[in-house]
T-cell receptor, first 113, second 115 residues
Framework: AQSVTQLDSQVPVFEEAPVELRCNYSSSVSVYLFWYVQYPNQGLQLLLKYLSGSTLVKGINGFEAEFNKSQTSFHLRKPSVHISDTAEYFCAVSDDSGYALNFGKGTSLLVTP | DAGVIQSPRHEVTEMGQEVTLRCKPISGHDYLFWYRQTMMRGLELLIYFNNNVPIDDSGMPEDRFSAKMPNASFSTLKIQPSEPRDSAVYFC?????????????FGSGTRLTVV
């Protein structure tokens, strides 16, 4: 079954610094990969997705992710973070059916001045 | 569009009571998903529907949990009887076909506390 591992449970970073949130997936077949963001007391919001094609995917709020098949990774990056980026970030992979998503445990991004 | 609407936002109930969580998906979305979020287990898929038909309920913890989708605009998740270990945030999400192309739209969740 497809699964993802988010390697960092918490990532503290200073405002305007770059950040990378790591995600590795396990799958023996083609996969669809997603990053979601969850702000406190809210549902999850789609940041970006990789289905096929270009391995560099751009999303909302200045985030981007790179699909690396040889390393089975899909890391999320932002060149300069804002205080408002403080949130929980989830990596997800489609399951065998392609319709349901399996989520990682999440990475808490804390941006401080 | 009002998005995916879940009710109630918060529910506190006593152990043994029946709890019903409600979800109104976005109009035109063919898929509806129920997830549970806890600190220990993260986000777990409970069940999903396609055109009101349950497709995969393998994530439903046990017989105490049941879900229905009587029509395209309404779904319920029922727990009877409830137990303290059911305390979690329950999310409903919907998607048009195919879900992998669009991703999900999540509701704001229902925070359930069973005491």
């Amino acid at each position: 079954a497809q699964s993802v591992t988010q390697l960092d449970s918490q990532v503290p970073v200073f405002e305007e610094a770059p950040v990378e949130l790591r995600c590795n997936y396990s799958s023996s077949v083609s996969v669809y990969l997603f990053w979601y963001v969850q702000y406190p007391n809210q549902g999850l919001q789609l940041l970006l997705k990789y289905l096929s094609g270009s391995t560099l995917v751009k999303g909302i709020n200045g985030f981007e992710a790179e699909f690396n098949k040889s390393q089975t990774s899909f890391h999320l990056r932002k060149p300069s973070v804002h205080i408002s980026d403080t949130a929980e970030y989830f990596c997800a992979v489609s399951d065998d059916s392609g319709y349901a998503l399996n989520f990682g445990k999440g990475t808490s991004l804390l941006v401080t001045p | 569009d009002a998005g995916v609407i879940q009710s109630p936002r918060h529910e506190v109930t006593e152990m043994g009571q029946e709890v019903t969580l409600r979800c109104k998906p976005i109009s035109g979305h063919d898929y509806l998903f129920w997830y549970r979020q806890t600190m220990m287990r993260g986000l777990e898929l409970l069940i999903y529907f396609n055109n009101n038909v349950p497709i995969d309920d393998s994530g439903m913890p046990e017989d105490r949990f049941s879900a229905k989708m009587p029509n395209a605009s309404f779904s319920t998740l029922k727990i009877q009887p409830s137990e303290p270990r059911d305390s979690a945030v329950y999310f409903c999400a919907s998607s048009p076909y195919p879900p992998e192309n669009y991703g999900y739209t999540f509701g704001s969740g229902t925070r359930l506390t069973v005491v």
